[in-house]
């Protein structure tokens, strides 16, 4: 039974792009935390500490995100544990941008002179003194733009949960279309709320930038 | 009992030997003055005194600790050593003030309005004392460079290294911070210093240390030291930078 597509079916859309959102803060705000700590053992002083942290990165980043997705959703039901969708995608997630962030972030922690890491050290400042005062301040600007450059594809990304019934802004669009046999129409629409959600925050980002800029 | 002394110290890059078998003392209220050409390793010996690079052989003395024992604690003899650069190296992000008091509260526990005296009255030993609120780029060069001698200053080391901290000064700025070295030699702040200000070597300075191949070539009181030279490679090397 084919319908005509009505403003309910936008509605539906957009409740469903609240799901996307959520999962994107979830993959982001766990994955960031994961990150920071992936990022300090990568820099760690000790050698296996730091190879551990980059096997880590490897095989995430070396790996489908969606082959993550399956693992978490379906390997673990092999083994008998009943995941739920919302379970698996924020945990795959999750260790995907852990993987992604913590690389971004170390490059930013690098960015940072050589000098800087001298002078505090003949300060007598310790390890973490050091990147708490000094480097850690001065990594974060340069972070903004590779931060948000990565949530903007983490965004978009989420639309794979789609694959597992994980109900968002893409698998909702699909059964809009089933219903209506109206794709055109209907992935425009996802598409222009995609576009809602990523452009904000480029904009917000550059204002961020400009801001941290002035306050040097 | 020397303040600090050199015991045969080898430091090596790779294959490269940069310094060979080091051996010098420097006694509390010295004035050494480095020379050398360079890659000689005038700023590895500096580096090697508070740790900053490791040693190969050899043994470094700061007063009775050893600095090359591995179960040194770091932290506490770079609090008494100070070292000030060639770049300068402040904090970009911090003002002058937060420059300077960091270290004093983080590593030392000394309370905020504290350190913000300690901050005042280092600064005014530097002759800045109106740019406490500044930040480093609102500097010149010359004035950058001595907000870094205030910042060492504010952790009262027992020694000062300067490397080369007026070479990457504009000629003009070179007086004012050569001026504020020469006050601290006055108040008997111990120093060693990498220089190619010949002049300001023979004059302030009590000896100099002559570097050549990793080595210490030469050393000994400064103006009999730079006005007769006792070995062909230093009076080579006095003729280079003096013409
Ligand atoms: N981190 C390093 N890795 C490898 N080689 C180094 C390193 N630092 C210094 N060297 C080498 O060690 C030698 C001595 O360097 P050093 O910086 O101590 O010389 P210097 O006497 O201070 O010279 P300059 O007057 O140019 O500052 C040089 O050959 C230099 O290339
Ligand atoms: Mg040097």
Known sequence: MIREPNALDVLYLIAAGRWTLALTALAFFGGGLMGILVMLLRIAPAAPVRWAAMGWIQAIQGTPLLAQLFVFFFGFAIFGYRVSPWVAAGVAFSIYASAFLAEIWRGCIEAVPRQQWEASAALGLSFPQQLRYVVVPQAFRIAIPPTVGFLVQLVKNTSLASTIGFIELTREGQITTGATFRPFTIYGIVAVLYFCICFPLSQLSQRLERRLHVAR | ?243
Not at chain 2, 21 to 37: C, F, N, Y
Not at chain 2, 70 to 92: C, E, H, M, Y
Not at chain 2, 106 to 125: H, Q, Y
Not at chain 2, 172 to 196: D, F, N, P, W
């Open chain 2, 1 to 243: 009992m020397s303040l600090v002394r050199l015991e045969g110290v080898t430091k090596r890059f790779g294959q490269l030997t940069v310094l060979d078998q080091v051996s010098l003392a420097i006694e509390p209220g010295d004035i050494v003055a480095v020379i050398g050409r360079s890659g000689s390793g005038k700023s590895t010996m500096l580096r090697c005194i508070n740790a900053l690079e490791p040693i190969q052989g050899g043994r470094i003395l700061f007063e009775d600790t050893v600095v090359n024992d591995p179960a040194t604690d770091l932290r506490k003899l770079r609090q008494q050593v100070g070292i000030v650069f060639q770049s300068f190296n402040l904090f970009p992000h911090l003002s002058v003030a937060r420059n300077i008091t960091l270290a004093p509260t983080v590593v030392k526990g000394i309370p905020a309005a504290e350190a913000r005296r300690l901050a005042e009255e280092v600064l005014a030993r530097v002759g800045l004392a109106e740019k406490i609120d500044a930040y480093p780029d609102q500097l010149s060069g010359g004035q950058q460079q001595r907000v870094a001698i205030a910042r060492s200053l504010a952790m009262q080391p027992k020694l000062m290294l300067f490397d080369e901290i007026t070479s990457a000064l504009d000629p003009e700025l070179i007086g004012e911070v050569l001026k504020v070295l020469e006050s601290l030699a006055r108040q008997g702040m111990t120093m060693m210093l990498v220089t190619h200000e010949m002049g300001f070597a023979r004059n302030v300075a009590n000896r100099v240390v002559f570097m050549h191949q990793g080595k210490v070539w030469e050393h000994g009181p400064a103006r009999e030291t730079l006005g007769r030279p006792r070995t062909p490679e230093l009076e080579s090397f006095l003729g280079s930078v003096l013409h």
